[in-house]
Structure formats: structure tokens, C-alpha cells
């Protein structure tokens, strides 16, 4: 794969993983940290203490044995507050395989977020050509997770804001349930969409808008608050809202980007469309008509 230098943009030399300025990127436990020099260390300070808190609050997956099985393991959704999040990814799952069974076979897969690599692997296994990208590589809670599948796909630890450095287009790219925690999600997508290939799909997971986000503040405010007096960091890496409003929603339309209802949640979004205060479920596709990038 055709890789941009973080640092100073020339390309990466793949035998030597340096490139022509003498900047170097290893790879460890087959995860390669493509990471300009701020922002390894910004990671560096950031990545243990967030690890820390999340183990202290029974969020990681510790059994090497749950991670082939997600998103089904019965022993994720025993975790507190994950029932939700691994329903609402089998869901994801389900849609992506929908679509992608209409496309060709092999697909050149982005996962954006890409979390465990639990999607990864998923579409990894299904004969996908799959490159999965996050800011984290924790063994159990990141991109180094990746060891405790059979399936086999590239892992690319970098500051997702910037996928220039990803310098070749990919036939599927997917937005995994992260767009709401990116500083200006309507331009983020705008900086994405030149790695969609001609006639490429981007899918984004996870929209939740909500039309009356006060309660919705406040809750986060609330998160932020706890993890800075309990473990004393931020728990955002960059300031973000972290939730979707009305406006995100014509934002993202305004893009192209066709907004659809998951059918499994028809009824929290009936539910939302009666009390506003509640989040409106959707995920969005684009597709890159273009002839040339």
C-alpha cells in the first residue's frame, strides 16, 4: 500500500518503512504506527491512562477466546454498558454485508475506527482486502487485538483526521460509529471521500442525531466530568462535541450523503420523533460516481 510520511508527506519506502527525509515507522505486533512525531507522543500520554481507566470500568475484553466471536460473544455484552453497543453493531454488520454482497467478491475494505478490529475480521474472513485504521493499538482494547483472530488484514495506527497518508483509494470505506467524536464530522467526510475509488461506496455507521441535544450535553459533560476527577485526563482526545445534531443532519444531506433509518430501530425512532430529546438512528451512503479520483 502506498503510504504518505506524516511528518513531512514524501512517500514510505514499504521494505525499509522509512521515508526519504529518514523518518522511520515500525511495525509491533503487526499493527504499523504511522504516527508523526507530536503525535506519537501526544498518544503516548494519552493512549495508558485512557487503557487504564477503561480496564478499571470492565470495558476491555480480557478473554483472548471472546474476540472471534464479536459482535455475538455473550461475554462482551456482559460488560457494563455494552449489551447496547454490540446489538447496535450487529446491526452494522448485517447492513454492510447486505451491500457488500451486491459488489465484487474481494473489495478494497477502510475501516475508519476501526476499534478491535472486530468488523475487520469480519470482512477479513469474508475474503475482503481489508485495512483497518484507529488512533489506538491497546492488546486488548485496539488495533493490536488483531493477534486473537484467524483472519488476516492490515492494521495502521495513525491520527484518523489526516487520511491523506493512506495514499491509494479503496473500493469500500466504512466510518465506523466514529464521526460523531470528529471535531467537524460534515468536513471530516469532505477529507475522506478522495480515498472512495470510482464507482466506491462510503458507509457511515452509527448516526445518532438528535434533535434536541441539551440532555444529550449535559450527559457528556457529565462523562467528561467523571473521568477527570476520577482518572485526571480528558477523555476526548481533540474538543468535540461528541453528539450529532439537527444541523450535522442537513450538513451531511447537504454533502451528498443519503441518510437511511436502520429498520431494526423503527421504534426508537418513533420514540424520537415523539420525545426530540431522544437520538434519531441512521447510517449514511455515498457513492463516488466519479470516472477518476
Not at 479503496?170 to 460523531?180: H, Q, S
Not at 436502520?262 to 438512528?281: F, K
Request: glycine letters at 6%.
Amino acid at each position: 500500500m502506498p503510504l504518505l510520511c506524516p511528518n513531512c508527506r514524501t512517500a514510505i519506502d514499504t521494505a525499509s518503512g522509512a521515508c526519504a527525509r529518514g523518518h522511520t515507522f515500525a511495525e509491533v505486533d503487526g499493527v504499523l504506527s504511522l504516527l508523526s512525531d507530536g503525535f506519537a507522543q501526544r498518544l503516548a500520554e494519552y493512549e495508558p491512562v485512557l487503557s487504564a481507566a477503561r480496564k478499571a470500568e470492565g470495558k476491555h475484553l480480557l478473554e483472548v477466546t471472546d474476540y472471534e466471536a464479536l459482535p455475538f460473544s455473550p461475554a462482551a455484552e456482559t460488560r457494563p454498558g455494552m449489551r447496547l453497543e454490540w446489538r447496535l453493531r450487529r446491526y452494522d454488520l448485517a447492513l454492510i454485508q447486505r451491500l457488500l454482497a451486491d459488489r465484487a467478491a474481494q473489495q478494497r475494505v477502510l475501516d475508519v475506527g476501526a476499534w478491535n478490529g472486530w468488523l475487520s475480521h469480519r470482512l477479513a474472513a469474508a475474503g475482503h482486502c481489508v485495512t483497518a485504521v484507529d488512533y489506538f493499538a491497546d492488546a486488548h482494547d485496539g488495533l493490536r487485538a488483531r493477534c486473537f483472530y484467524r483472519a488476516d488484514w492490515r492494521a495502521i495506527q495513525m491520527d484518523l483526521r489526516d487520511p491523506s497518508v493512506l495514499d491509494e483509494p479503496f473500493d469500500v470505506v466504512v466510518v465506523n460509529r466514529c464521526l460523531a467524536f470528529f471535531p467537524d464530522p460534515a468536513a471530516y467526510l469532505e477529507c475522506l471521500r478522495p480515498r472512495v475509488a470510482p464507482g466506491g461506496l462510503l458507509i457511515v455507521t452509527g448516526l445518532q442525531f438528535y434533535w434536541q441535544p441539551a440532555a444529550k450535553a449535559r450527559r457528556v459533560e457529565a462523562d467528561l466530568r467523571h473521568y477527570r476527577e476520577r482518572y485526571g485526563f480528558d477523555l476526548f482526545l481533540f474538543p468535540t462535541r461528541g453528539y450529532l445534531d439537527r444541523g450535522d443532519h442537513a450538513r451531511l444531506r447537504a454533502l451528498g450523503l443519503r441518510l437511511h433509518a436502520y429498520p431494526p430501530l423503527w421504534a426508537a425512532n418513533l420514540r424520537a420523533r415523539i420525545d426530540p430529546r431522544r437520538p434519531r438512528h441512521a447510517y449514511g451512503l455515498w457513492t463516488n460516481a466519479g470516472l477518476t479520483l
